[in-house]
């Protein structure tokens, strides 16, 4: 693995301030979080779309802190040097302020976050003030926001009437306001994530679909390299099939199996004559 110093929330504000757009990742587990570790990805979150993309679920509802945490705490392990974000999944802050600290604290604490991540404009603006005065660095989520997708609509474009476009404007400064240091745009038109991310001065802006004008990106692992095999976003690049690569590989796997093609001798271990003259004696089958 290659060494590299810890990302911090300074570090990231010193890219915004010198015009180096963020890189960041989704991940869900150790050996990917090597991978990413390795490439110099500045940010990672654990998204509660593991929901899908790891346990197979049809919606992030499902989610559970502890899914989160046993996640986060893998990808922690394999990537010790990049700033993590643990995402909360639903129902863990919308009940109230109280709940959301606490839950925001276990990823701190149980998974070694740098930060967490909440859905929601100026209603949850409460939620992430009280989890900024508790000590832990929050970063906001609008545009299309998945634990409330059944409410919007579906897995759609969100802002592109002038009214709807402008409710996501103030929700992003009371986001600001409240003391996030950063806020994802989802699905938004990229003029409206360019407005949103030339009136930020406290924060800065990852486009997830929304356009080339935030501070940085954030694309799905799963989608950038054909694993989540029910759909491909069209917002997402695939860098590598490998998904194709791994089903190509089962297939062999169980081609040369039912083949006798495999094991080779490569693949398997053997015992020493002598011991094995010696074994069949103690058995009696010399």
């Known amino acids: 693995m290659s060494e590299r110093k810890k990302i911090t929330l300074p570090t990231l504000f010193k890219k915004v301030e010198q015009g180096e757009p963020i890189v960041m990742l989704t991940c869900y587990d150790y050996p990917t979080a090597c991978f990413q570790e390795d ?21 992030t509802l499902p989610v559970t802190m502890e899914d989160m945490i046993r996640h986060a705490q893998a990808v922690r392990r ?32 149980e998974a070694g976050c740098d930060a967490i991540k909440l859905e929601g404009g100026v209603e949850m603006a409460d939620r992430i003030a009280a989890i900024v005065r508790a000590g ?36 992003a400064k009371a986001l600001e306001d409240a003391g996030a240091f950063a806020i994802l745009l989802e699905m938004v038109p990229d003029r409206l994530c360019q407005i949103i991310t030339e009136r930020a001065e406290k924060c800065f802006i990852i486009s997830l679909g929304s356009g080339p004008n ?21 917002m ?38 002598e011991e094995y003259d010696e074994l069949l004696l103690m058995l009696g089958q010399s």
Do not use: C
């Open 39 to 59: 490439a110099g990805i500045d940010m990672i979150l654990v998204g509660d779309s593991l929901g899908m993309t790891m346990l197979g679920y049809d919606s």
């Open 78 to 109: 394999g990537a010790p040097n990049v700033w993590l974000i643990g995402d909360m999944p639903y129902m863990t802050y919308q009940i109230s302020s109280e709940e959301a600290v606490r839950n925001a604290g276990r990823f701190m604490a």
């Open 136 to 171: 832990i660095p929050a970063m906001g989520h609008l545009g299309l926001t998945p634990q409330s997708a059944s409410a919007l609509g579906g897995f759609r474009l969100q802002g592109k009437a002038a009214a709807q476009a402008k409710k996501i404007v103030d929700d």
């Open 214 to 234: 935030a501070h940085g990106q954030l694309l799905i692992y799963h989608d950038m390299f054909g694993l989540y095999p029910k759909f491909k976003p069209r």
């Open 236 to 273: 997402a690049k695939v860098y590598g099939d490998a998904g194709k690569v791994i089903q190509q590989g089962l297939a062999q796997y169980a081609r040369e199996v039912r083949a006798r093609q495999f094991p080779q001798q490569e693949n398997y271990f053997g015992m020493k004559d």
